[in-house]
C-alpha cells in the first residue's frame, strides 16, 4: 500500500479521495470542500490517500494546531468494497508512522460517536484493536444531535492529559478554527 500525504490543496489528489470521502459521511457529517481547501490554506490539515495496485483504496483527512502537539483524525474512511479487509488496519498503522516520525506530536486523537450502537461500537473496537484507548467522558456538541466521545493513542512517552474534557478542547478548537475564515 502506498500512502501520499499532502499539506496544501492538490485538486487532483482530492478527486482521488472524494468518492470515497463522499461515500462514507453522509452530507450532515462532513466538511464541505470549500471548508477543507480553507483548512489547508491556514496549513490546519493534511490529506493522506492510500493507494492499492494504483487504485485509492483508503483516505483520511488529519489536523493540527498551532501549539498543541496533538494530530486529530478528522476524517478516515476506506473504501466500501473493501470494508474488513485489514485495509483500514494497515492504513491507519501508517498514519501512525508518519506521526511518530513528525517527532513534534505527543497524541493521535479520534472522536466516535458515544450513542449505545451496534455500529458504534464497532468503530470503537476497531480503533480500541489499534491501540486507541477510550475516555469515559461524553460530549455533546450544540450543533449536531449525537453525543462524542474522544479516543486517543499515546505516540511516545511525553506526558500529556488523556482527560476526555481536556482532549475535547483540543478538539473543539479544531472544529473552531476550521469553520472560520482564513485571515487575510
Known amino acids: 500500500m502506498d500512502v501520499i500525504t499532502t499539506d ?3 485538486e487532483a489528489l482530492w478527486r482521488e479521495a472524494e468518492p470515497i470521502y463522499y461515500a462514507a459521511f453522509p452530507e ?15 496549513q490546519l490539515c493534511q490529506l493522506h490517500l492510500a493507494k492499492s495496485e494504483g487504485e485509492p483504496v483508503a ?5 493540527t494546531l498551532e501549539g498543541s502537539r496533538a494530530i ?3 476524517y478516515f474512511a476506506v473504501r466500501a ?9 494497515i492504513f491507519l498503522g501508517r498514519l501512525k508512522e508518519w506521526a511518530k516520525a513528525d517527532g513534534d506530536y505527543t497524541i493521535l486523537l479520534i472522536e466516535v460517536e458515544a ?5 458504534n461500537a464497532e468503530r470503537a473496537k476497531f480503533w480500541e484493536k489499534a491501540g486507541f484507548h ?3 467522558y461524553v460530549h455533546k456538541y450544540i450543533w449536531v444531535p449525537e453525543p462524542y466521545r474522544a479516543m486517543y493513542d499515546q505516540l511516545n512517552s511525553t506526558p500529556i492529559s488523556t482527560k476526555g474534557e481536556h482532549l475535547f478542547s483540543i478538539i473543539t478548537r479544531f472544529h ?9
Open 72 to 74: 486529530i483524525i478528522d
Open 59 to 63: 483516505m483520511a483527512i488529519t489536523g
Open 8 to 10: 496544501h490543496w492538490d
Open 176 to 184: 473552531r478554527e476550521s469553520f472560520s475564515k482564513k485571515e487575510q
Open 81 to 89: 468494497d473493501l470494508r474488513n479487509k485489514g485495509i483500514g488496519s
Open 134 to 136: 477510550s475516555t469515559d
Open 28 to 42: 450532515h457529517g462532513r466538511k464541505s470542500k470549500a471548508i477543507i481547501r480553507n483548512m489547508f490554506q491556514k
Open 115 to 119: 450513542e449505545d450502537t451496534q455500529t
